[in-house]
């Protein structure tokens, strides 16, 4: 069964950086795509960031040229680097990832991420 681990969500002050992680286990080969969803209280969840296994990159326009997310394939890891955070990024961050192989999309269980201004 694939399970998805998130780590590194927190508390930080407007302006700070945090480093969020997400790592797969028990899994059957790559995922087709990783990446990150964010659903802040009383919205829907939407796209932060994903990357392809061809090493394309997607961001929502909201977090362009403040966040930058990474891949370690062969650990079947995806990273995002905050920086800049604004009170307005505040929210759970969750983890996805797509196994073309399987036909399944995977979610972790979600990182809180607080930005204080």
């Known amino acids: 069964q694939v399970q998805l681990v998130e780590s590194g969500g927190g508390l930080v002050q407007a302006g700070g950086s945090l480093r969020l992680s997400c790592a797969a286990s028990?899994?059957?080969?790559?995922?087709?795509?990783m990446g990150w969803y964010r659903q802040a209280p009383g919205n829907e969840r939407e796209l932060v960031a994903r990357i392809f296994n061809d090493g394309s990159i997607a961001y929502a326009d909201s977090v362009k040229g403040r966040f930058t997310i990474s891949r370690d394939s062969a650990k079947n890891a995806v990273y995002l680097q905050m920086n800049k955070l604004k009170p307005e990024d505040t929210a759970v961050y969750y983890c996805?990832?797509?196994?073309?192989?399987?036909?399944?999309?995977?979610w972790g269980q979600g990182t809180q991420v607080t930005v204080s201004s």
């Open positions: 028990g899994t059957i080969g790559s995922f087709y795509a």
């Open positions: 996805n990832a797509y196994s073309m192989r399987l036909g399944s999309i995977y």
